[in-house]
């Protein structure tokens, strides 16, 4: 009998029939490094494509997502994270909120290990933008996916990974010790998720709205909680039309509104993470308290 993963990462895709094959490719055992790839299964939860991806171009990656169909698809994700969570097998279980974000090739080995330094982790990647600026900016400035393919190929991705970080932008602007708006990939065991309950599904604004900052806020704010920044890996955002990443008016539009439905649900105001917490960094496999 096959025994289960050690690793699930859950990833949430909608229309991203360019932008997904990358995302998956980035997190098969073919491109990523470390034996935490062997023992991870993906699970890919599509939320309402009017065309579900077709996965089978992968298997040559080594790469055998499973594909589920959300139950409930709609504007909001966060139906469709719980119920890939809910179907996750690893002890250790990643979310990508957006499917466009490709991973840097120790991401998910630097999860696993990071992880490990402490039995109520909480992992978060630094978040990148692929392209000269954010891409609320950089899109109205004529960055598009043209753009991005021809930026792709100019540092012959797939084959060195690491040389996303040549051609992205980082959205932790002032150094990785920086206050953390969200970690669109976030790891924690399996009996942690469970304790925070999932992503609140009570944030029903197409996107999720904030939800992604919210579950960072919550996940450290558990009781022992340890949260630990990694660093020299990432996520790298693709250019897609998305609500938060389009144009600036959009960013702010969803930040506002966002903000004034966290306030009402948290009686609070939105704010990042701001403890340094631990830095993992995962090229020297040092850790700075």
């Known amino acids: 009998m096959r025994a289960p993963p050690s690793l699930s990462v859950v990833v949430v895709s909608y229309e991203m029939k360019r932008e ?18 062997g023992g991870c299964e993906v699970i890919v939860v599509d939320n309402g494509s009017s065309v579900p991806p077709d996965l089978s171009a992968l298997g040559a990656a080594g790469a055998t997502p499973r594909l589920l169909r959300a139950t409930r698809p709609g504007p909001s994700p966060v139906g469709a994270i ?8 690893g002890e250790l279980i990643g979310v990508w909120i957006d499917g466009a974000r490709l991973a840097s090739p120790g991401l998910l080995q630097a999860a696993a290990e990071a992880a ?9 990647t630094p ?61 924690m065991h399996r009996a942690l998720w469970a304790e925070l309950g999932g992503y609140d599904e009570a944030f029903q604004e197409p996107g999720g709205g904030v939800v992604n900052p919210d579950t960072l806020v919550r996940a450290c704010a558990l009781p022992g909680a340890q949260l630990i920044r990694i660093l020299g890996e990432g996520t790298f955002h693709q250019i897609h039309g998305g609500l938060s990443t389009s144009t600036l008016r959009g960013a702010m539009a969803v930040l506002q509104e966002g903000s004034r439905a966290y306030l009402q649900r948290r009686g609070l105001p939105l704010a990042p993470v701001r403890m340094k917490g631990w830095l993992y960094d995962a090229r020297r496999s040092t850790v700075t308290a």
């Open 20 to 37: 997904l094959p990358r995302t998956l490719l980035s997190l098969s055992p073919a491109y990523q490094r470390g034996p935490a790839a």
């Open 82 to 89: 719980n119920e890939g969570i809910a179907a996750a097998r």
């Open 116 to 124: 490990a330094l402490h039995p109520r982790a909480v992992v978060a």
């Open 127 to 187: 978040n990148y933008h692929l392209g000269p600026d954010l891409q609320y900016l950089s899109g109205e400035r004529g960055y598009d996916r043209a753009a991005e393919d021809a930026l792709l190929d100019s540092i012959a991705w797939p084959q060195d990974g690491y040389r996303l970080f040549e051609v992205a932008t980082a959205e932790l602007r002032n150094g990785p010790e920086a206050p953390m708006l969200e970690s669109n990939a976030l790891f």
